[in-house]
């Protein structure tokens, strides 16, 4: 799941991220695609994906918890594409005819940007059923009215996990989040160097730039690497990012996004954090917007066989930079006198 993509393919995925961004800018589909279309057409998916899975004899896990109460279209589409690269490796395996990828940008997505997704998806799994004889076309789209993105998530999340099934992976292992938890630290190493670049005080420059190293000139780095960190510990730290996120958005005055918290999960599992990935991901396009920074989300790559404490690890790393991005901005206004 989620692997590197080779050199040939991300020239595809770099075409097809400027195509999300044209889309975003049409204006009547946004208009005119609401979050309970999107949702009908995710359940659609999700019934042909069960027949699929029927037939493949593939054992799914059962349902990721879910409390989420605040999240935006942007963390649906970043699900949902997560959900594409899932089922990009399982055709590629198969030698089967392969959904192009989609990679994420800093923009204001709507309805209209998820339904293009979905769709795509759609059409991938109806050739997947075909494949194996079955007739999806008796699949018939159900309607829905009054559904918001958090339920459209919800529902996505167990596609997403019913697409890691595809491959007949029964669980999310550590080397898999891992990949997630370091295209979210790069993303952010980009931004802090492209501040740093910004920036005309080289005192500044400095405490912005060396974060991305896990430096501080006055001594403070990051911490070592701890073995022997739990799912439960990882998910702790990977929320602690995104209340760090939201105290960002609140120096900036952007809209943050409610984060759940560690009493609401009865049982931590490797798909909690994996999500929780996902929507760091989108949190960070999300921050981007109002810095005026519109890079792209990096590729991952294959990181070997990795430890939950490798990706508690990395969610520090994440944590030790947003501090010195807040730290900034706190003396940014200082200076300014906000």
Known sequence: MFRRIKPGYQHTVRILGTLSVLLAFVDTAQAATTPSDVYSAVDEL????????????????????????????MHVYQIALATMRETYDYQRQQQLQTIPLVVASPIRYSPADVATIVDMLLESYRRLAAGLGIDS???????????????V??????????????????????????????????????????????????????QLVSAIYGLRP???????????????????????????INDLHSQLGSSPTKVPTMSEYTEVRPIDVLIQTQIVIADINL???????????????????????????????INYMLKRLSDDLRSRSKAQGV
């Open 218 to 244: 006055d001594g403070e780095n990051l911490s070592p690497f701890v073995d022997g960190k739990k799912p439960k510990d990882v998910l702790g730290e990977v929320l602690r990012v995104r209340r760090q």
């Open 46 to 73: 999700e019934r042909i994906q069960d027949t699929v899975l029927t037939k493949l004899n593939r054992k799914v896990p059962r349902e990721p918890e879910f409390h989420e109460t605040d999240v935006k279209p």
């Open 153 to 206: 998530f919800s529902r996505m999340q167990n596609v997403l996990v019913k697409a890691i099934s595809l491959s007949g992976q029964d669980r999310v292992t550590p080397s898999v989040t891992f990949v997630e938890v370091v295209r979210a630290r790069a993303d952010l190493q980009r931004v802090l160097l492209e501040l740093g670049a910004r920036v005309e005080k080289s005192e500044r420059r400095k």
């Open 137 to 151: 076309s008796r699949i018939v789209r159900r309607s829905f009215k009054g559904k918001t993105p958090v339920q």
């Open 287 to 317: 921050l981007k917007r109002p810095l005026s920074i519109f890079s792209v989300t990096p590729f991952g790559t294959d990181p070997g066989v990795k430890s939950p404490s490798h990706v508690f690890q990395e969610a520090k790393y």
